[in-house]
């Protein structure tokens, strides 16, 4: 039996931006050591990090890059480059649905535990993501899609468990917080957040996903679990995702009913 191939660790958008980095230095006339002993705000790294960073075995800091930006004059192309390419690699190789659902017309997720991550305020997301800076900053970044006017924002129409409302996360005054920002989005015309009573038995609570729906109106879910996510298009899968969305919908309370709710545990759960 043939071995297995081994995934590439290496994410796609490193070494693009590794090139340009090599690119500006070379034409600096410095070496990687040189250029190292400039880095991290005169702290300075290795000659040999900078070499990883170039060839794409390594994910810089946004620190990083605009310090190399500055050092080489780079009028702030680095910097874009990074926002463009790096961010992004903070996922997974295998996570492509970042680049789904930025072109997706139509999200509808089902969360059965925390907040949908692209409605997570910045310390809510630390809190699930232990403080990981890079994590928090992509997950932020994917949330852009929302609020963009070019092209048009998906419309985003969430079910939230209600035990979202009262699962602690962080600390109080970050779930106040959090549920305020609930708010906040649901006044904005492309986001719709119902709320789902807690029930044990519903067809939602085997798990997380997103089904996301481009422009060619063809339709692709995201399914969550501990170890990894799965991207998928099979028409019976998908028949089976729409099915459970819909049970799911069926026990959702109507907005008003749910911001009402929202606004109440806010108030006598996260304001004490």
């Excluded at 810089?60 to 463009?84: H, I, N, P, Q, Y």
């Excluded at 044990?200 to 679990?225: C, I, K, M, Q």
Aim: with cysteine; net charge negative; charged share 25%.
């Amino acid at each position: 039996m043939a071995p297995r191939r081994r995934r590439s660790s290496v994410s796609p958008p490193l070494p693009a931006f590794g090139r340009q980095l090599r690119r500006y230095r070379e034409e600096a006339g410095l070496t990687q050591e040189s250029l190292g002993r400039r880095a991290n705000n005169g702290r300075g790294v290795t000659g040999q990090y900078v070499g990883q960073v170039e060839s794409g075995r390594t994910r810089c800091s946004r620190e990083f890059a605009e310090t190399m930006d500055r050092e080489l004059k780079a009028g702030g192309r680095l910097l874009e480059l990074w926002d463009d390419l790096v961010l992004d690699s903070a996922f997974p190789i295998w996570f492509d649905w970042p680049s789904i659902e930025a072109e997706a017309v139509m999200i509808q997720p089902h969360q059965p535990l925390p907040v949908h991550g692209l409605l997570q305020t910045p310390d809510y997301a630390a809190a699930l993501l232990k403080d990981n800076r890079e994590a928090v900053e992509a997950r932020l970044h994917r949330q852009r899609i929302l609020t963009r006017s070019e092209p048009p924002p998906p419309v985003f129409s969430l079910p939230l468990d209600e035990v979202a409302l009262y699962r602690e996360t962080g600390s109080p005054a970050i779930m106040k917080e959090q549920l305020e920002h609930l708010l906040a989005l649901d006044e904005l015309p492309n986001i719709t957040i119902q709320v789902v009573p807690s029930r044990g038995e519903h067809p939602g609570n085997s798990g997380a996903f997103n089904l996301a729906t481009p422009e060619d109106r063809s339709e692709v879910v995201y399914a969550d679990s501990a170890i990894r996510g799965l991207t998928i298009n099979d028409p019976d899968d998908l028949a089976t995702i729409t099915t459970t969305l819909i049970a799911v919908r069926s026990l959702a309370l109507p907005s008003a009913q749910s911001r009402e709710m929202i606004r109440r545990a806010v108030e006598e759960r996260w304001s004490q």
